[in-house]
C-alpha cells in the first residue's frame, strides 16, 4: 500500500479499518504507443441512485451507459442482494449497456461562438415504466433523455409483386387471377356495384405486423436552452424528482424537468459593473433530503447554503462557509488555489465535501466557524504554483466523491494517480492508488521517469528555465499531462468508478 503520507482533521464519528483496494475492470483500455482522439476523452462520470447503473459522458458529446451485471439473474432480473440466501460476488460487475450522441457542435451566430460537444455534466433522474431517465449537459445546453427498450416491428405479407423492385409494384399487381381482371373488365364491376368473383381473391393479403427484436433505444424528451450566458458548469436533481437546477459563472437558474421553455434564476451574482466582479460561481449541488434547500461553491473558496423559501431570487444566504485566510500568507496565487472546483453533499445531507486545487475539505452545515478536516492532496506542488500558473495546470478542476456510509472520500491527482482518505478519527493517512489494474504496486511512481511538462507530447510549452519535476515527500515524481479529474463513488458499496483520459477504471474494496 503506498501512503500519500496526508494528514486530516479528525471528524467526529467512529474510526473505520483501512481499505485494500482491488482492481475489477476496465472499459476502453488503451495499447501501448496508442494516440488518444481528444472526442474519446471522459468528461463526466455518475451512478444512479440504486447503483446498478453507470453513464459517462465524453469530449465528443457522447454518453456511454453501462449497467450492473453480478446482480442479473439468468433471465436478466434485477435481484436483491439483501434477500439472497446463496453467496454471489458483492463487488460490483458492469458491461456496456448502450451509448448515443447527446451533443453536437453548435455555433451561435450572434456572439460568433463556437460551442463544443463535450459533456460537462451527467445527472440520473428518477425512473419509471422499467425506463432509465438522465439530465446531460454541454457548455449552453442541457437534454433529457430516455432510454427504454423498444420492440422493432416490421409489416410483412404486403400485396406487392415479388418480382418487381421493392417500393415499385402495385399494391394489387399482377398477383390477382386472370378470371378476375376479365370478369372487372366486362363489367362486373361498376362504381356503385362491387362483387367478388367465385372463390374471391386468394392472392389479396391483410398485411401482418411482426416484431422482430428488441432493441435499447435513447430519445430526447426535451431540451433545455438559451438560458444561460456563460458556460455551464453544473446541473443538479432535485429531491422533490420534479425540478433541477443548473449552474454557470454567474447564475443559478430552476427549471421544471416537464417544462423546457421557461426557467427562474434563483442566484444572480452578476454586479452592476462587471468591473466590480470578484468572484464567480464554480459548482451548485441541491441538498439530497431537503428540496428546499442548495449549495454553491465560489472562486473565493466559499461555500453557500440558501433556503429557496425566503425569497424567489436568493440573494440571502442562509449560512456561509469559509476558511479563515492565515495572516501573511496571502499571494499571487492566493485566491487561485482557493478556488472551489466541485462540491458533494453526503448522503445524509450532514456534510459537505468540497475540492480546491491544494486540499479536499468536509463541512458540518451546522458548524460554520471551518472545516471539521482538512485533507492535503497537493500540499507537495505549493512550491511550484509558478510553474503550475505558467502552463495552466494551477486551473484543472479535480472532482471529488464520498462514499455512501460518508467514512471516505477520495479526490483526483495527476499521473492519473487518486487518493481516498479516512474522514473519521483515527484515518490521518491518504490510500494513493493508480489508475491500472495493479493500483496499489508499490513505488508506484518513483521508478518512472516523469514526463516533461514541456515535452513535445504535452498541451502547452513551458517557460525557459522552467522546473520540469514534481516529487512528493515520498520522492514520488509525478507526470501533469495525465490527471484524473472525474470520479465516482458507488452509492451503496466500496468501489469506485475513475477516469483515465479515454478509460474507465473501476476498484473495490
Keep these: 500500500m503506498n501512503n500519500g503520507g496526508a494528514e486530516a482533521a479528525v471528524a467526529p464519528v467512529g474510526g473505520p479499518q483501512p481499505l485494500e483496494w482491488k482492481f475489477s475492470q476496465v472499459f476502453g483500455e488503451r495499447t501501448a504507443g496508442e494516440e488518444i482522439q481528444d472526442v474519446d476523452i471522459i468528461s463526466a462520470i455518475e451512478f444512479n441512485r440504486t447503483g446498478d447503473h453507470l453513464a459517462t459522458g465524453d469530449r465528443g458529446g457522447r454518453v456511454v ?3 450492473r451485471t453480478d446482480t442479473l439473474d439468468h433471465v436478466g432480473q434485477r435481484r436483491d442482494l439483501e434477500k439472497m440466501d446463496y453467496p454471489i460476488n458483492r463487488h460490483p460487475l458492469f458491461r456496456y449497456k448502450t451509448e448515443f450522441q447527446s451533443h453536437e457542435p453548435e455555433f451561435d451566430y450572434l456572439k460568433s461562438l463556437e460551442i463544443e460537444e463535450k459533456i460537462n455534466k451527467i445527472r440520473w433522474c428518477q425512473s419509471a415504466y422499467g425506463a432509465l431517465s438522465l439530465l446531460s449537459t454541454n457548455d449552453k445546453t442541457i437534454k433529457f433523455w430516455k432510454v427504454q427498450e423498444k420492440q422493432v416491428k416490421k409489416v410483412c405479407d404486403l400485396n406487392v409483386d415479388s418480382t418487381k423492385a421493392m417500393g415499385n409494384g402495385p399494391i394489387v399487381g399482377s398477383s390477382i387471377s386472370t378470371s378476375s381482371k376479365q370478369y372487372m373488365a366486362n363489367g362486373g364491376c361498376t362504381s356503385n356495384d362491387f362483387s367478388l368473383p367465385n372463390g374471391g381473391l386468394p392472392s389479396l393479403r391483410l398485411p401482418m405486423v411482426t416484431t422482430l427484436e ?4 435513447a430519445r430526447c424528451r426535451r431540451i433545455y436552452s438559451h438560458a444561460h450566458d456563460y458556460h455551464i458548469n453544473s446541473i443538479s436533481n432535485n429531491s422533490d424528482g420534479e425540478t433541477f437546477i443548473s449552474a454557470d459563472d454567474l447564475r443559478i437558474n430552476l427549471w421544471n424537468l416537464e417544462i423546457s421553455n421557461q426557467s427562474f434564476n434563483i442566484v444572480d451574482v452578476k454586479p452592476a459593473n462587471m468591473e466590480d466582479l470578484t468572484e464567480v460561481i464554480t459548482s451548485a449541488e441541491f441538498h439530497p433530503i431537503h428540496c428546499n434547500m442548495l449549495a454553491y461553491s ?12 425566503q425569497s424567489a431570487l436568493c440573494d440571502i444566504h442562509i449560512k456561509l462557509f469559509e476558511e479563515q485566510e492565515a495572516p501573511g500568507s496571502r ?5 487561485i488555489i482557493a478556488s472551489i472546483s466541485d462540491i458533494k453533499f453526503a448522503k445524509d445531507g450532514r456534510h459537505i465535501l468540497s475540492r480546491d486545487y491544494l486540499t479536499l475539505k468536509l463541512w458540518d452545515i451546522n458548524m460554520d466557524s471551518g472545516p471539521v478536516a482538512t485533507f492535503q492532496v497537493h500540499e507537495y506542488l505549493r512550491p511550484k504554483l509558478c510553474d503550475l500558473y505558467e502552463n495552466d495546470s494551477i486551473f484543472d478542476k479535480f472532482e471529488c466523491c464520498l462514499s455512501g456510509d460518508g467514512l471516505r ?6 499521473s492519473n494517480l487518486f487518493q481516498v482518505f479516512g474522514c473519521s478519527e483515527g484515518s490521518k493517512k491518504a490510500t494513493t492508488l493508480e489508475a491500472n489494474k495493479n493500483p496499489m504496486r508499490q513505488g508506484l511512481t518513483a521508478s518512472r521517469p ?9 498541451v502547452v510549452r513551458r517557460g525557459k528555465g522552467a522546473d520540469n519535476s514534481a516529487v512528493d515527500a515520498n520522492g514520488n515524481t509525478f507526470d501533469f499531462t495525465t490527471k484524473l479529474l472525474h470520479l465516482a463513488w458507488h452509492p451503496t458499496e466500496n468501489s469506485i468508478a475513475c477516469a483515465a483520459s479515454n478509460s474507465l477504471y473501476m476498484y473495490y474494496a
Design 65 to 67: 451507459l453501462f449497467e
Design 214 to 217: 428488441t432493441k435499447l433505444m
Design 331 to 335: 499571494s499571487f496565487f492566493t485566491d
Design 409 to 414: 472520500v477520495a479526490t483526483g491527482s495527476y
Design 450 to 458: 516523469s514526463r516533461s511538462l514541456g515535452s513535445p507530447s504535452g
Design 298 to 309: 465560489s472562486s473565493k473558496g466559499s461555500i453557500r447554503l440558501i433556503d429557496m423559501r
